[in-house]
C-alpha cells in the first residue's frame, strides 16, 4: 500500500513539473517619450533555456506628479468680422501639439462685447464632454486683456504684438503665435488627466457675436509607454 502510495505521488510530482510554465522575456521597445525616460534595455541568451533583460534606464528630465498639457484642437463658430483666429493645432513632436497662427483684430473693439466662458472635461478623452464648474471672470475685451496682462503673463508673453493692459479700445492688428504650448504654470493644480475644452464666448446685445474654442489634453505619463512582448 505505501509502495503505490509513493509511486502515486511520484507521478503527481512529474507531472505538476511537466506543466511547470516558463515565462522568457521576447522584446522590450519604447515607442516614444526618450526625452523624458530612456529605456536602453536589450533582450539577451541567459542559458540554453532562460532569457533575461539587461541595460540601462536613463531618467533625462526632472519628473513629478506635475501634469504635462498638449493642445489638441482650436476651432472659430462665430465673428470673423471682428476678430478672425487663424489658427491651427500642429504636431511639434512625438508627444507634444502646439497652437500656431494669426489672430486678426479686424475692428476697434472696446468693452461692449462681453466675453464669457465654459469649461469642458472628458475625463476618458473620448469626446463625452460634462461642463465643469469653472470659469474665467466675465469682462469686455479691454478688461479681459488687462485681466490676462495680471494674472496670466506667461500665457500671453510670446504672443507676437499683443495688446498691452492699458489698450482700450483694441486697435486693428494682426497678432502671431508660433509654436505656443498649453501655458502648465497657469493651470490650476486641481485639475485632473483628460481632455478640457474652454469655449469662449463674447455676447453684444443680448447676442452672441464671437465664439470659439480650444481643447488640450492633460497627462501625468510623459507620453510614452512599453512594449514588452
Known amino acids: 500500500m505505501f ?36 529605456y ?10 532562460a532569457v533575461t533583460l539587461n541595460g540601462t534606464i536613463s531618467i533625462n528630465q526632472i519628473m513629478d506628479n506635475t501634469m504635462i498639457g498638449s493642445f489638441e484642437r482650436f476651432e472659430q463658430f462665430l465673428g470673423e468680422e471682428y476678430i478672425d483666429f487663424d489658427l491651427r493645432v500642429r504636431k511639434f513632436n512625438r508627444t507634444t501639439m502646439t497652437l500656431n497662427g494669426t489672430i486678426y483684430i479686424n475692428k476697434r473693439i472696446d468693452d461692449t462685447i462681453q466675453f464669457s466662458s465654459n469649461t469642458f472635461l472628458s475625463r476618458l478623452g473620448n469626446q463625452q464632454f460634462q461642463h465643469y464648474p469653472m470659469h474665467l471672470p466675465t469682462h469686455g475685451l479691454c478688461e479681459l486683456i488687462k485681466h490676462v496682462h495680471g494674472e496670466y503673463t506667461s500665457a500671453i508673453e510670446d504672443i507676437v ?15 502671431h503665435i508660433r509654436d ?17 475644452k474652454l469655449v469662449i464666448s463674447g455676447e453684444l446685445n443680448d447676442t452672441i457675436v464671437i465664439r470659439f474654442m480650444v481643447s488640450a489634453r492633460l497627462s501625468d505619463d510623459y507620453g510614452f509607454g512599453l512594449e514588452l512582448g
Open 180 to 196: 505656443k504650448l498649453v501655458p502648465m504654470d497657469v493651470i490650476p493644480d486641481s485639475l485632473s488627466s483628460g481632455l478640457w
Open 40 to 49: 536602453d534595455l536589450r533582450v539577451r541568451k541567459f542559458n540554453r533555456t
Open 161 to 175: 504684438n499683443m495688446p498691452s493692459a492699458s489698450e482700450c479700445p483694441i486697435s486693428k492688428r494682426a497678432m
Open 3 to 38: 509502495a503505490s502510495q509513493y509511486r502515486i505521488l511520484l507521478l503527481v510530482t512529474s507531472i505538476m513539473v511537466t506543466v511547470a510554465i516558463q515565462a522568457n522575456f521576447e522584446r522590450l521597445e519604447q515607442p516614444s517619450g526618450k526625452e523624458y525616460v530612456d
